[in-house]
Every structure is written in C-alpha cells, then in structure tokens.
C-alpha cells in the first residue's frame, strides 16, 4: 500500500514537493550526525542513501557517491546529479574548501526544514476549507437522520 500511496503522493505538485523536501532533510541530517559522529565519508553517504527515502534524492546520492570514488569533489557529484538546487553543491564546496561541511550541512538541514515546515503549513490551509464543507455535510446528515423521524410523525396526526 505505501508504493500505492507514493505514487498517488508523487502525481499531486505540493505533495511531491513535500515529499522531495522531506527527503533532503532525512538526508542532511543523517549525513550531518553521521559524519559529526567520525563515520567515514562514503560509509555515511551509504547509511543517508538508505534514510532520504525519495527516489530523486536517492539518485543524487548515488551520483555523488560515485564522483568521490572517482577522486572528485562531492559538491560537483550534487551538482551534476541535478537532483539537489545549485544551492546545495554550493553550500557543500564551501564546506569541502573551510573543511567544515558538517556546518554547511547543519545550515542546509535548517534551510530545508523551514521550507518544509512552510509547505505543510500552506497545505494545511488549502486543506482546511474542504475539512469543514466535509464536517458541515456529515453534521447535516445526522442531524437530518435524528430529526426527519420526528417530523414524519408529526404528519400522522
């Protein structure tokens, strides 16, 4: 069912945008604790690959893995990927040049978890209106079903 449910997620604009910001901050999170814990670089790219659970956060991972095996720079393997905003390869080539990428992750994770905290919220309040037309019709057949017995006696008399 969750495939099902995904799928369905991923078809609907905010809701895959929801999703995809979700996964980034799943993603530079684990990777920030991960690599802030002395796990080794690819070794937490690997246990983050697991964690983004998106598929298009997961394929920039693994592009950008395989640009550091190759010798190169992690921040050119995101932006290659094109899976991650320019703003991330940035963030992370000058965390890679002042070799404090655990910081320039921290700030990421931030970013991102505002983005998406504004994001629900904006579907909360898209959501609202049709909650109470759903409360307003469900209230309006009990009520009919509680009083239309009383009023159809009335007619017998």
């Given at each position: 069912?969750?495939?099902?449910?995904?799928?369905?997620?991923?078809?609907?604009?905010?809701?895959?945008?929801?999703?995809?910001?979700?996964?980034?901050?799943?993603?530079?999170?684990?990777?920030?604790?991960?690599?802030?814990?002395?796990?080794?670089?690819l070794q937490?790219?690997?246990?983050?690959?697991?964690?983004?659970?998106?598929?298009?956060?997961?394929?920039?991972?693994?592009?950008?893995?395989?640009?550091?095996?190759k010798g190169?720079?992690?921040s050119?393997?995101l932006?290659?990927?094109k899976?991650?905003?320019?703003?991330?390869?940035?963030?992370?080539?000058?965390?890679e040049?002042s070799s404090k990428?655990?910081?320039?992750?921290?700030?990421?994770?931030?970013?991102?978890?505002?983005?998406?905290?504004?994001?629900?919220?904006?579907?909360?309040?898209?959501?609202?209106?049709?909650?109470?037309?759903?409360?307003?019709?469900?209230?309006?057949?009990?009520?009919?079903?509680?009083?239309?017995?009383?009023?159809?006696?009335?007619?017998?008399?």
């Amino acid at each position: 069912g969750k495939k099902y449910i995904n799928h369905i997620l991923r078809v609907l604009p905010l809701f895959s945008k929801i999703q995809y910001e979700a996964g980034m901050v799943r993603f530079f999170r684990s990777f920030r604790s991960l690599l802030g814990a002395g796990v080794n670089f690819l070794q937490a790219l690997d246990i983050s690959y697991s964690i983004a659970d998106h598929k298009e956060v997961q394929k920039g991972i693994k592009i950008a893995r395989a640009y550091v095996l190759k010798g190169k720079s992690f921040s050119q393997g995101l932006l290659v990927s094109k899976a991650f905003p320019t703003l991330v390869s940035e963030m992370a080539q000058i965390g890679e040049q002042s070799s404090k990428i655990e910081n320039s992750l921290e700030n990421l994770t931030t970013y991102y978890e505002d983005n998406l905290d504004n994001l629900t919220s904006s579907l909360i309040k898209m959501i609202e209106p049709l909650l109470i037309v759903f409360l307003g019709v469900i209230i309006g057949t009990i009520i009919l079903g509680l009083y239309l017995p009383i009023f159809k006696m009335g007619e017998l008399f």
